[in-house]
């Protein structure tokens, strides 16, 4: 028997999640709907979806026994291959639960990484997804050999088969990852001197949260073919492309997505991408205002950039996809407080988006709605930068600023 890689994941799943004290209904739904698009993103069918109302999870097989069995007799009478869990399982998580239902078991760390997988292509990419695989890998080296058992003789007891692989795997892997850490090292180090080697252009990072646009907008905005795909983690490798508005030059890059629940070993790996988003001057921070919990995900995505980067940034906050915008009107006599789904977008402007003046915008990338405004604020803070930080070198502007 060989150990599970994530090239074995199956067709068809369960997915299963909690509703728990510090995770409440409505969350845990929105939850589990993007977690079935990360499963459709990695080539899997979800068949049905568990939650479990229920205080914490269980230390031992997530959720109670009692839905563990619901959800053994569902995947017995519809044949199911694989079981999705919304949370990183621990290693006896995921033990106990492999021997309850005798089916893969993935958790969402282990999904984004099978997507990671199927979505690097430079050898960057390649090196920081293995590294992340590995370092995931390490502590459940336990399940993959369970059924190695452990030997016992002569009244001592002896290292069985299963102990002693798990020990050999573990020595594989650490050698391993502490090849692939010198390799992204120089990896690393090639990055920074190619950095340096894009001379004195201002440098702006698209960000954002998975599945925005961000890749549509950089196509449209440098004219270029980066692959863009209605699915989670479209791009994985960052690129970087020479854009000139009014020729006014700049370097704009486009990012990996960020996504709720991600394990910052996860985000340590990636060091080389993010280092993109440090070194840059100025951040456009793309939202999906059509999604229901598009606040949520701004909040991600902020968080996420606090643990990254050493202070505040210039950022523009872009709203894009206003043309698949909706709301549901209130009906006369429903005296409840107005929620987001309640809100049209011309009175959600004036909330605390007008806080923002002229640091944000609304856009639809695809219908190409306000780009020209959005090139004209791009213009205007690139240009600042650049004057603030070559004020003897205006020669860029004394050719298009004379009426």
Known sequence: ?????????????????????????????????????????????????????????????????????????????????????????SPK????????????????????????????????????????????????????????????????TSRGMGEKQIEADQRIIRERIALLKKQLKDIDRQMA???????????VALVGYTNVGKSTLMNLMSKSEVFAENKLFATLDTTVRKVIIDNLP????????????????????????????????????????????????????????????????PTIVIFNKIDAFTYTPKEEDDLSPPTRENIPLNDLKKTYMSRLHANCIFISATEKSNIDELRTLLYQKVKEIHVERYPYNDFLFQKFDVE
């Open 1 to 89: 028997m060989q150990p599970e890689t994530l090239s074995t994941v199956k067709d068809s799943a369960v997915l299963v999640g909690l509703i728990t004290l510090e995770q409440r209904e409505r969350q845990a739904r929105e939850f589990m709907e993007e977690l079935s698009f990360l499963a459709e993103t990695a080539g899997i069918s979800p068949k049905k979806t568990f939650l479990q109302k229920i205080e914490y999870p269980n230390p031992n097989t997530f959720v109670g026994p009692g839905k563990l069995d619901e959800i053994r007799a569902f995947i017995i009478e519809k044949e199911i291959d694989t079981v999705i869990f919304d949370d990183e399982l």
């Open 250 to 313: 700049f370097l704009l890059t486009d990012t990996v997505g960020f996504i709720r629940k991600l394990p910052t070993h996860l985000i340590e790996s990636f060091k080389s991408t993010l280092d993109e988003v440090r070194e840059a001057d100025l951040l456009l921070h793309v939202v999906d205002i059509s999604h229901p919990a598009f606040e949520e995900q701004m909040a991600v995505v902020n968080n996420t950039l606090k643990e990254i980067l050493p202070g505040e940034k």
């Open 193 to 203: 001197t190619q950095r340096k080697n894009r001379g004195k252009l201002v440098r």
């Open 93 to 156: 998580q995921i033990r106990n639960i492999g021997r309850e239902l005798r089916v893969q078991i993935l958790d969402r760390t282990n999904l984004i990484l099978s997507i990671f997988a199927q979505r690097a292509h430079t050898a960057s990419a390649k090196t920081q997804v293995e590294l992340a695989t590995l370092q995931y890998m390490l502590p459940r080296l336990s399940r993959l050999w369970g059924h190695l058992d452990r030997q016992r003789g002569g009244g001592i």
